[in-house]
């Protein structure tokens, strides 16, 4: 059964700014090393950081967190596999909570905004 899904719209100016202005502790408290990887390997970074900034957000709403203290953003990670087809890795108190669902993640690009869907399924269903 599907648990939930969650989508998220950015721009991609505001995750510009925040790298900018804050830079590597924004990066740091955001994203993993891999994901800090792969974004500063492509020609247009800022989309690939904004991005994968929507993925975590998406995941959130999938998953109903809110921002109480129960979501941390390095607990959700997003790798690509070698098509570049997205996927989430979720690590920490998360990691028990999703034993066995199965995540899907989609997201795309565009000049100023980008955009990604999460959906989790259970178990067994
Ligand atoms: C996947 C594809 C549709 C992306 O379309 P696009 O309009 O260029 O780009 P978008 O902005 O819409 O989407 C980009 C995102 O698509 C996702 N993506 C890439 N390859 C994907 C795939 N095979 N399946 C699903 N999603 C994919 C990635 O998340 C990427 O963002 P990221 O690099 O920040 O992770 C296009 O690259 C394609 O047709 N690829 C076919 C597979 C392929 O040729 N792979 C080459 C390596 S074997």
Not at 47 to 76: I, N, P, T
Not at 90 to 108: E, F, I, K, P, Y
Request: proline share 2%; glycine share 8%; aromatic share 8%.
């Amino acid at each position: 059964m599907v648990r939930g899904i969650g989508v998220d719209i950015i721009e991609i100016s505001r995750i510009r700014r925040s790298i900018e202005t804050i830079g590597e502790p924004f990066l740091r408290k955001v994203y993993t090393s891999s994901e800090i990887a792969y974004c500063n390997a492509k020609a247009d970074r800022f989309q690939h950081f904004a991005v994968r900034f929507a993925a975590k957000e998406a995941f959130s709403k999938a998953l109903s967190l809110g921002w109480r203290g129960e979501f941390r953003w390095k607990d959700v990670e997003v790798t690509n596999d070698p098509s570049g087809q997205p996927h989430l890795t979720v690590h920490g108190s998360l990691r028990d909570r999703l034993a066995g669902a199965t995540l899907m993640l989609s997201m795309s690009h565009a000049d100023e905004n980008v955009v990604a869907m999460v959906l989790i399924e259970d178990a067994g269903t």
